[in-house]
């Protein structure tokens, strides 16, 4: 986590109430974390608000910007935008506990809190299912062709294919059970 040091919240020597933090984060902080991304060429800022309380930390953290995306149908690079906002509340404990996703408990000693983890996953939570590139045009080729190829539903099977005689007479048997 030494890599990850800049993303630290020290908490410890603020006052209670409202604090406001910004990070600026790239491509770079992404590669720190080892797993294959789906974009690239990231930029990101994340706005963290934290409203320390005498027992716990509230903090809304706040996401936004571009990263790059390869589309579905097309197979082209194209620069998507991201925004999402996750609320936590870290509360102070024993040991450090994240089993809770909206409740994180860290040890009572510790002076900072680490939310590179937050950044990470408010940012790879807001990439889409499907990566469609703005260029892509309802006329394109590329919707003949994956209408072409995409499966169809039973009615239209049905209507397409010819059904040989002796299954129809074992079908009627079965409707009239």
Not at 21 to 44: P, Y
Not at 82 to 109: A, C, H, M, Q, R
Request: with cysteine.
């Amino acid at each position: 986590m030494d890599k990850l040091k800049n993303y630290e919240v020290a908490f410890s020597g603020l006052k209670n109430g409202k604090h406001h933090f910004k990070f600026e984060v790239e491509q770079s902080f992404f590669d720190l974390f080892e797993i294959e991304q789906e974009f690239t060429n990231a930029h990101i800022s994340a706005d963290v608000l934290l409203e320390k309380h005498t027992t716990f930390l509230e903090f809304d953290i706040t996401t936004s910007g571009t990263v790059d995306l390869i589309c579905d149908i097309s197979n082209e690079e194209f620069a998507h935008p991201i925004s999402n906002n996750i609320k936590i509340l870290v509360k102070f404990g024993e040991e450090y506990d994240d089993s809770n996703e909206e409740v994180i408990t860290i040890p009572s000693s510790d002076s900072s809190f680490n939310i590179s983890q937050i950044i990470y996953e408010a940012v790879v939570l807001s990439i889409p299912m499907k990566k469609i590139s703005p260029n892509v045009n309802e006329e394109d080729d590329y919707h003949k062709i994956l209408e072409k190829f995409s499966p169809k539903n039973k009615e239209e099977e049905e209507k397409t294919e010819e059904i040989d005689p002796r299954w129809e007479a074992l079908k009627k048997l079965k409707d009239k059970n």
